[in-house]
């Protein structure tokens, strides 16, 4: 059963940045394709961005291109997640998943992962 820890959210100021990381357990990260989505209340979770099983494939939602960047380290079986400029919009709780099945792209559907962290929350403000 593949478990997943997220750590790194908080409270930062419009502009600022923070590094989420995903701790994957149960499982071999270098068999899984990740994602990070976001939900704020009265909301459908939606996607942010995504990365292959083997890494080549990566997708970005638009409201976070050229600021956040999806990385892995397989080694230490963790995702992360590096979010610039921040935004008041990115207000939200953040969550991890996992893809048993996406192969070398990623997918950006919520039914398409099997596995999800608890998520952590992220709080922007002016």
């Given at each position: 059963?593949?478990?997943?820890?997220?750590?790194?959210?908080?409270?930062?100021?419009?502009?600022?940045?923070?590094?989420?990381?995903?701790?994957?357990?149960?499982g071999?990260?270098?068999r899984?394709?990740?994602?990070?989505?976001?939900?704020?209340?009265?909301?459908?979770?939606?996607?942010?961005?995504?990365?292959?099983?083997?890494?080549?494939?990566?997708?970005?939602?638009?409201?976070?291109?050229?600021?956040?960047?999806?990385?892995?380290?397989?080694?230490?079986?963790?995702?992360?997640?590096?979010?610039?400029?921040?935004?008041?919009?990115?207000?939200?709780?953040?969550?991890?998943?996992?893809?048993?099945?996406?192969?070398?792209?990623?997918?950006?559907?919520?039914?398409?992962?099997?596995?999800?962290?608890?998520?952590?929350?992220?709080?922007?403000?002016s």
């Amino acid at each position: 059963q593949v478990q997943l820890l997220e750590s790194g959210g908080g409270s930062v100021q419009v502009g600022g940045s923070l590094r989420l990381s995903c701790l994957v357990s149960g499982g071999s990260l270098d068999r899984l394709g990740m994602g990070w989505f976001r939900q704020t209340p009265g909301k459908e979770r939606e996607f942010v961005v995504g990365i292959s099983q083997n890494g080549r494939s990566r997708g970005y939602a638009e409201f976070v291109k050229g600021r956040f960047t999806i990385s892995r380290d397989n080694g230490a079986k963790t995702m992360y997640l590096l979010m610039n400029n921040l935004k008041p919009e990115d207000t939200a709780v953040y969550y991890c998943a996992a893809d048993t099945d996406g192969g070398d792209y990623y997918r950006g559907g919520v039914r398409a992962y099997d596995y999800w962290g608890q998520g952590t929350q992220v709080t922007v403000f002016s």
